[in-house]
């Protein structure tokens, strides 16, 4: 036996996958996928083959001459979900499983009308990554394994069917319609995704689509007017764009995350809307997992870092590029405290070993090990190695780096060997081990350097005063109050919400970074604002310290505990199992 990953069962000895065919029957009723996978294998294989599953109803395998083959579906295991072992007497090309879905399945989140912006149509859709492939489809789910993919979904005919891939063709066959769809590209099957509701587009570039429900699109279509101009910056830093186009769907406010990467289709939480373009920053996160993440994937999730760190860095160049090198460095004090604020839970929980940047996860849930760390401490260690060589060599380190891993998984040895070979010395100066297996942030991070910035932190605890209010961006609005210790006084929270009306805040960075503050404070008038924001957005990156907080306090923890009780149904499955410990 030769796992490939902690969290697979996928095994270097059988027979490899490397084309899926996929048909899937939406049905909203009973919540439930009737599909169809067939595996095509790198070559034909024989003996057994081991497969990922989650809560997956299995009804049959064949080989490719149709015979039916012997398997068990082993009992599932908390972290990687049931083993699905087939047995393949002699060689076969390919496999078909016929599964069904369970309405449990934990990287699809089912909404009712109620739950999406135009209240008539249900809409459903996928999160994948980092180990929920699974619980859609029967393979080996592993980024070592990638797969090209043809897919075909059955809708209801009033809806749309939208995959993170080529656009084949759409048939409408009585009260149904039929999508098919392309990935010739071979992708992580994290990267599998599908999105199907009452959804339209503009189109905003030439290669660049913007999908929302109606009532949002107008929207969404300004907010994300500047996509086709970082594209173009994201191609001088990093080479050619190899997926065609980069369209993005504007999901229900439910969706877990701020934005995800699904190759073609970046899928994007609707609290980016701020009305500013404030938050075009995620999107520009996404479009650079195009280069770091998805055409070099990290091989399992302990080496999540070599996606995050390097797509926060990419990030940062592209806001550095496109707003100026100030706002660069506001936009990386960001990360900074919230890497520090990481740190400090971590420690507090007594979990030290998740501060470093290479992980050890055997056992451990890649959901439950998610925090800023491999975010902003890679991207600190990415950027000390870039001061150590300097930006023109570190820029032709970047395009070898990806011309030699382009469509591969590696490994955080992978990364440190191939830098070694290419910046002999600079690992050693710059002390990696600290930075790779050390705890917290070694002393020699670089720190960002601006004026704005040591003005916000002149101010302190203090309010500002509304001339100084006034010029601030929301970038510096959030700095400010993401920098306020937690001992901020009651009488401190009223006067700048008497001031500045911060409960009102429709832009949510501000508002949940604002809400924090008055939830540490004390702050009473706040705490309804607080409560309503858990039943409308599912934004994990608001609800977990929103929660944390209230639970924190003896006062609002029953607030807490209602929220959760009241909306958990309504979250994602994966963001109802990360909060249900924090509220527990
Ligand atoms: N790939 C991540 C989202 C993700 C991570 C999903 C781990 C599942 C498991 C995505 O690229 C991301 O980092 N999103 C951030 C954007 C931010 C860093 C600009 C988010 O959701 O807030
Ligand atoms: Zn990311």
């Given at each position: 036996m030769a796992r490939l990953d902690p969290h697979s069962y996928a095994d270097a000895s059988h027979p490899q996958t490397r084309t899926l065919r996929w048909k899937a029957r939406v049905d909203f009723e009973r919540r439930v996928l009737d599909a169809e996978a067939t595996l095509v294998f790198a070559a034909p294989g024989e003996g057994v083959i081991d497969l990922d599953t989650r809560a997956l109803a299995v009804q049959s395998v064949v080989d490719d001459a149709g015979r039916a083959l012997p398997f068990t579906l082993d009992a599932p295991d908390g972290v990687l979900g049931a083993r699905l072992s087939v047995t393949l007497p002699s060689p076969t090309g390919s496999i078909t499983v016929r599964y069904r879905t369970s309405p449990e399945a934990t990287a699809l989140q089912w909404l009712t009308p109620?739950?999406?912006?135009?209240?008539k149509a249900p809409f459903l859709f996928s999160q994948?990554?980092?180990?929920?492939a699974r619980s859609v489809v029967p393979l080996q789910d592993t980024p070592r394994v990638r797969i090209t993919f043809e897919a075909e979904l059955t809708v209801p005919a009033n809806l749309r069917a939208l995959m993170a891939a080529a656009f084949v063709k759409r048939a409408v066959e009585g009260d149904v319609a039929v999508e098919s769809y392309a990935m010739p590209q071979p992708v992580p099957p994290y990267l599998f995704a599908f999105a199907v509701g009452d959804v339209v587009f503009r189109d905003v570039g030439p290669r660049s689509r913007v999908w929302a429900e109606a009532a949002v699109v107008e929207a969404a279509a300004w907010e994300f007017a500047e996509i086709d101009a970082h594209l173009a910056v994201g191609e001088r830093l990093f080479g050619p764009y190899d997926w065609d186009r980069f369209d993005v769907l504007v999901m229900p406010p439910s969706f877990p995350y701020g934005g995800m990467e699904n190759p073609r289709l970046t899928f994007l939480t609707p609290t980016l809307l701020a009305g500013d373009r404030s938050q075009v920053r995620v999107v520009s996160h996404e479009l650079a997992h195009s280069w770091t993440g998805n055409l070099i994937t990290n091989a399992n999730a302990e080496h999540f870092w070599l996606n995050e760190g390097w797509t926060r860095y990419a990030e940062l160049r592209i806001v550095e590029a496109t707003e100026g090198v100030e706002a660069g460095a506001l936009h990386a004090a960001l990360g900074r405290r919230g890497l520090d604020r990481a740190i400090e839970r971590f420690v507090k929980e007594g979990r030290?070993?998740?501060?470093?940047?290479r992980t050890h996860l055997a056992g451990v849930d890649p959901d439950d090990a998610f925090s800023e760390v491999p975010y902003d401490k890679g991207c600190l260690f990415i950027l000390a190695l870039e001061a150590h060589v300097g930006r023109a060599r570190f820029e032709r380190f970047i395009r070898a780096y990806i011309e030699t891993f382009r469509f591969g998984a590696i490994t955080t040895e992978d990364f440190l060997a191939f830098t070694e070979r290419e910046l002999p010395g600079a690992l050693a100066a710059i002390d990696a081990p600290a930075w790779i297996d050390g705890h917290g942030v070694p002393a020699n991070a670089p720190a960002s350097k601006s004026a704005l910035l040591d003005a916000i932190g002149a101010l302190g605890a203090r309010v500002p005063d509304a001339d100084t209010a006034a010029r601030w961006s929301p970038t510096e609005w959030q700095l400010y109050l993401e920098a306020m210790?937690?001992?901020?006084?009651r009488e401190t929270a009223e006067a700048l919400d008497a001031r500045y009306h911060l409960t009102q805040k429709s832009a949510y960075e501000i508002l949940v970074a604002w809400l924090l503050v008055a939830v540490r404070a004390g702050y009473e008038p706040a705490l309804p604002r607080a409560e309503s924001l858990l039943g409308e957005v599912g934004r994990m990156k608001y609800l977990k310290p929103l929660y944390r907080a209230l639970m924190d306090r003896a006062d609002t923890a029953p607030i807490a505990r209602r929220a959760f009780a009241r909306h958990a149904a309504s979250y994602h499955p994966i963001a109802r199992m990360v909060i249900a410990p924090i509220v527990g």
């Open positions: 109620e739950q999406t912006a135009g209240k994948c990554q980092a180990i929920h030290p070993e998740l501060t470093k940047l210790p937690d001992t901020v006084t």
